[in-house]
């Protein structure tokens, strides 16, 4: 309850900060509309607001054991710790909760919510598509929660998305209610006092660490639900998973999984692996920036920035439209050199070039610890 308070404070005061120049007595209705138009805005104060501890949590020797149990016969090394701190990742949205209700009801209630104007939710699937829910039926709307990992299932009539909660926060009601892109690509569902930051996951979290780490490929499941994986040599792999619509498909009988190529041009919106269980389920891993802070680089500059995880799509207004290379190689000397004499106040530096000979620019984005080509679309 004291953080849900502080937070509270602490997000009203950052309102009233980022809107300052509309004036000292807004009214909260004229908060609500202005932070649903200012999305630098509505971002600050989602990023002021504090998070919701959950009221029970899973010793570590708790998630050792059921790490064990789900790892299978003869795990490769790590394995079972690489579950074990996905699992830590994930927020189960059973065990948060604001005013006796759990992050699991206010998802819940949002959907079924009586006279709610018409939302439209932004979880695409593959195709592009939109789903529009309005006043669902009570029960239209239903959420399961892996009790190993804490992923959740979202299921809507014609839409089920897999999904990692990654933060529950508490704001105030001047917090528009709905369901939203963030910048990195993270759904956004507030409602009820709650900012529940939500995306795309594997199927089964479990099988997807299983098949890459038996494939020597160690993997961490990062703050904002991004995967990265180990290839050797100071490289990395940094992608996440997209909004798939998995509607029809028994989950639960996933099966054995197995991995597609992607194929046709690296800028191209459909370059993707493919990730695909024993039953026919398909979802799709895209290219995503692997440095936390390239949002706040580009914000710095007054711009806003927008990350499509269904394409791997960044969007610089008034620069550009990239796409990011799956692979993060080690820097080398040189550009530990430009690092050191360009990079900005969040440890990023940029090189524009051409790297892939298409006429069109290209961004090398150069942290301390790797370098990711970001390929022009446009």
């Known amino acids: 309850a004291k953080t849900a308070a502080a937070s509270l404070d602490i997000a009203t005061n950052v309102a009233a900060q ?6 000292s007595n807004l ?47 003869n795990p490769p090394p790590g394995l079972v710790d690489r579950i074990a701190a996905a699992s830590g990742t994930a927020v189960d949205p059973r065990t948060v909760q604001i005013g006796g209700v759990s992050a699991l009801q206010a998802i819940t209630n949002l959907f079924g919510a009586i006279g709610l104007e018409a939302l439209t939710v932004t979880m695409l699937d593959a195709n592009g598509r939109i789903a529009s829910v309005s006043q669902l039926e009570s029960g239209a709307a239903q959420i399961k929660v892996d009790d190993v990992t804490g992923l959740v299932t979202l299921s809507l009539p014609g839409e089920t998305y897999a999904g990692a909660i990654v933060g529950v926060k508490s704001v105030p009601a001047t917090v528009p209610t709905g369901i939203r892109f963030r ?5 956004l ?8 930051e939500i995306a795309p996951a594997p199927i089964s979290l479990v099988k997807f660490i299983n098949a890459v780490e038996r494939s020597g490929f160690p993997f961490r499941l990062n703050p904002n639900a991004s995967i990265t994986l ?28 197995s991995f597609i190529e992607p194929t046709g041009a690296l800028n191209s919106a459909g370059y993707a692996f493919g990730v695909r269980c024993a039953n026919g389920a398909l979802q799709h891993v895209v290219p995503f920036i692997e440095s936390s802070t390239f949002n ?15 394409t791997g799509f960044v969007t610089v207004p008034t620069v550009g439209v990239f796409k990011p290379n799956f692979f993060v190689l080690a820097p080398t000397a040189a550009e530990r050199v430009f690092h050191a004499a360009n990079k900005d106040a969040f440890g990023n530096a940029v090189q524009y070039l051409d790297a892939n000979g298409d006429g069109k620019l290209d961004v090398k984005l150069i942290t301390a610890t790797g370098t990711q080509l970001l390929y022009g679309v446009n």
């Open 18 to 23: 980022v809107l300052s120049e509309l004036g």
């Open 27 to 73: 009214t909260q209705d004229e908060i609500r509309s202005a932070l649903s138009a200012n999305p630098n805005a509505l971002q600050s104060v989602i990023d002021s607001a504090l998070k919701i501890p959950p009221t029970s949590s899973k010793t570590q020797v708790q998630k050792n054991q059921e790490a064990t149990a789900s790892a299978g016969a």
């Open 296 to 310: 706040d680089s580009v914000r710095a500059f007054g711009l806003t920035p927008s990350m499509d995880r269904n």
């Open 189 to 196: 569902i507030v409602n009820n006092g709650f900012a529940i």
């Open 230 to 257: 180990q290839v050797g040599n100071g490289e990395r792999f940094s992608g996440t998973f997209a909004y798939d619509n998995l509607t029809g498909i028994d989950l639960a009988a996933c099966g054995d999984l």
């Open 183 to 187: 910048a990195d690509g993270r759904g």
